[in-house]
């Protein structure tokens, strides 16, 4: 049994079908890149498992469980989370309060409760931000503001991470350096699901590759297999390519 299965999900949008009848799954410990050209349909396969929209046809299983039809917080407590493309930080409050926000029992009505500092801390050094817990999100550097997205995202403690585009807008050093990050999240324990346009930071970090093409399975296969697959460079050949 995979950790996380997604079986024949449709996903509708009045006439518009955004993903249909896809399946793909992920085991314990494996890092799976999912990639397609823009619209393709990777940011609706995310919503459709952190239940931000529901469901048209087909099923999402985690850990055995079926979470199709879960709320999104139901699914943030059986233990996946997800690191969205757009960073949305609350302005007005430092690093660790951004952070704190996610350990919250209720986060609209409470502000007690949640994690301790030492426990923020810990969850910022997973993603070597620790230092600058006490500074707001607007002095942080681009790579900086999206390690608070995934210090938010750690601090649920998820078996499983989604992780939307995580590389975009990063320089060279700053994806390699991202890439060992999420290399270490694995080595801990941690199955991630990585979505990107292309195969720039996934080629050396992922196991296997899926790929959606308007909304359908395409291939599936190593990234060396994936980069010479015929039918993903047609497919590619109208965007930036691979
Ligand atoms: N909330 C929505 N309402 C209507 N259509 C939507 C919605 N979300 C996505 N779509 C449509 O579904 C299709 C797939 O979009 P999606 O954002 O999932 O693709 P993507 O592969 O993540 O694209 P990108 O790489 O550009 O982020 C597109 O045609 C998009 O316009």
Partial sequence: MS??????????????????????????????????????????????????????????????????????????????????QESNPIHEMPVAGNIKLFTLPNKLTSFYGGATDEEIYEYAARIDIEDKLQEMPDELPHADVRRLEIAKSLATEPELMLLDEPFAGMNQAEITELADQIERFRQEGMT????????????????????????????????EEIAENEHVQEAYLAGEGL
């Avoid at 993903?19 to 799954?25: A, H, I, R, T, Y």
């Avoid at 991630?192 to 599936?220: P, Q, S, T």
């Fill in 3 to 84: 950790l996380l299965e997604v079986d024949g999900l449709t996903k509708k949008f009045g006439g518009l079908v955004a993903v249909d009848d896809f399946s793909f799954e992920a085991d314990e410990g494996e890092i799976v890149g999912l990639i397609g050209p823009n619209g393709s349909g990777k940011s609706t396969v995310f919503n459709c498992i952190m239940g931000r929209y529901d469901v048209t046809e087909g099923s999402i299983r985690f850990n055995g469980s079926d979470i199709t039809d879960d709320a999104t917080h139901e699914v943030v407590n059986k233990g996946l989370s997800r690191v969205s």
């Fill in 192 to 223: 991630m699901v990585v979505v990107d346009h292309n195969m720039g930071g996934l080629m050396d970090l992922v196991d296997r590759i899926v790929v959606l093409n308007n909304g359908d399975f395409l291939a599936e296969g190593t990234p």
